[in-house]
């Protein structure tokens, strides 16, 4: 614990709070949903009241009300989706700490949009800050991540980084329980509560002012050595240094061979291949995983349980979250990634399973329903244990200096587009297939689960030029492994063999 210093915390709770806020942004749409879908249909009713007769008004406003809700939801995924691929941009051009502090500038006005909706059109002013913040929790959301993996010592960069998530759930449930109508989820407070979105970004603003730089960035980037170990000192707390510079001045000649990389260089050379199909691999096993038609499902399967407040229970799915996401962060520097990411997505596989049999058999056999609730709370748990918080940090641990800020933006993008399309498809599969629609996350599961077993390489405790040298190792062995294999089929057809 000698490495871990009062300016490290500091700074590493500085930069999660870009992370509560994305949390805070996903799920404060959720709760006031009918009572803004309301403040829609009086507006529109307003503008079109002229033009229409009763009967085809109503029939054009519930249309519209429908449409514009939708887009409220949808909106936030597609600014994310966009803006993360300027993440690497943000990162070397203003550095991580004046990155974050520049898009906080979007998660302000963001947030005024929302909060002023009532003095204005509402649903083009939601809609409308619902994209500057899905624009600013893209960035976020890459920049984060990749200022605290930097900064972190090699021991704990595991815990700091699962942070990330745990600031995410931290976001969703507080969003979840003030947007209770007795709180701020009603029809007079509702836009102080999506107003609020913007009040972690004006404390980050404050508090950033007293954040180091990322060490990395200015030695290896710019080339400040004595900036860069001044800013170390104050990380560490005084504490030798000597491992983390050995570790950045090998990273910084590699990063000279390497140059800069843009997207385009990542996903077309042979180098990175591999790290980067195991980076969007994971990404795509935490979005297609279930988690979210889990969050979408819960209240219909509690309250056919008989739960009388379902609302209650699905905020006690939120604090499940919560406490398991902590747990991840005292376990995945001991554990290691790759252990709690298989943990997670094998027991996730099997709750499903388990889920389909109790919503296909709850109508005949009332007490399926409890099943069903228990293996959502399993569900979400083993989530938040491994295949939730890793895919974020992991991806600044499998890349050096070159490439990360690419991979990021990539990752990223995977991450927020298998989001929206999850979102967008989930409610028509779910009409068609019903009940077993978790037969397909299932399978969805199994499969993640045996690529990480195949391909996904321990990352705890290692350097990132070690993992680096891990991914070059295994594919020298796979092509030799190729030429051997060639070279026997040749001989096995010629008179030397």
Known sequence: LQQISGTLILAVLTAVLGSFQYGYSTGVINAPQKIIEAHYRLVLHGFQNESLISNENTVSVHQSVTMYWSLSVAVFSIGGMLSSFLVGWVAETLGRVKGMLAINILAILGSLLMGLAKFGPAHIMIIAGRTVLGLYCGLSSGLVPMYVGEISPTAYRGAFGTLHQLAIVTGILISQVIGLDF??????????????????????????LLCPESPRYLYIKLGKEQEAQKNLRKLRGGHDITQDLAEMKNEKEEAKKQKKVSVGQLIIRPTYRQPLIVALMLHLS???????????????????????????????????????????VLLVDRAGRRRLILIGLVGMCLCAVVMTVGLTLSTTLPWMGYLSIAAIFLFVSLFEIGPGPIPWFIVAELFNQGPRPAAIALAGFCNWASNFLVGMCFPHIEALCGSYIFVIFAVLLFFFALFTYCKVPETKGKSFEEIAAEFRKKKLTEVSGAQAVTEMEHLGGSSDA
């Open 183 to 208: 709180l701020l989820g009603n029809d007079l407070l509702w836009p102080i509560l999506l107003g609020l979105s913007g009040a972690p970004a004006i404390l980050q603003t404050v508090l950033l």
């Open 286 to 328: 935490q979005q297609l995983s279930g988690i979210n038609a889990i969050f979408y499902y819960s209240t219909g399967i509690f309250a056919s349980a008989g739960v009388s407040q379902p609302v209650y229970a699905t905020i006690g799915v939120g604090a499940i979250n919560w406490i398991f996401t902590l747990i991840s």
